[in-house]
């Protein structure tokens, strides 16, 4: 019988009692963390700008960028400063792609949510 991923947080009401409240971790879903660690992802840039990549590391790359760039938009989506939010895609472009001198996909901007 497979073991059941449970989680429990004690927890504190206002006038100081504590109570336990328990999770299904089964149930949610795992979050995706960066599938490369930073060494793999500096080399893979070096070595875009040098020699050809293969398909397998173009899309890993790729891949990188694009959570890269889809993080910038959400934390400036939540900016409460105007301007940022307004300028939010060209300032992701220019610091993820443009400064790696690598060319956006088409669309790129569509495709985060």
């Given at each position: 019988?497979?073991?059941?991923?449970?989680?429990?947080?004690?927890?504190?009401?206002?006038?100081?009692?504590?109570?336990?409240?328990?999770?299904?971790?089964?149930?949610?879903?795992?979050?995706?963390?960066?599938?490369?660690?930073?060494?793999?992802?500096?080399?893979?840039?070096?070595?875009?700008?040098?020699?050809?990549?293969?398909?397998?590391?173009?899309?890993?790359?790729?891949?990188?960028?694009?959570?890269?760039?889809?993080?910038?938009?959400?934390?400036?989506?939540?900016s409460k400063?105007?301007?940022?939010?307004?300028?939010?895609?060209?300032?992701?472009?220019?610091?993820?792609?443009?400064?790696?001198?690598?060319?956006?996909?088409?669309?790129?901007?569509?495709?985060?949510k």
């Amino acid at each position: 019988m497979p073991k059941k991923n449970i989680k429990c947080l004690t927890r504190k009401k206002k006038n100081d009692e504590k109570y336990v409240v328990c999770f299904d971790l089964s149930k949610y879903p795992k979050k995706s963390k960066s599938s490369m660690t930073k060494k793999k992802y500096e080399s893979l840039l070096k070595k875009h700008k040098t020699k050809k990549l293969s398909k397998k590391e173009k899309k890993m790359l790729d891949n990188e960028l694009f959570k890269k760039y889809c993080k910038c938009i959400n934390t400036l989506k939540k900016s409460k400063n105007k301007k940022m939010f307004t300028a939010k895609y060209g300032i992701c472009m220019n610091s993820v792609y443009k400064k790696r001198g690598i060319d956006a996909p088409y669309n790129v901007s569509k495709k985060c949510k």
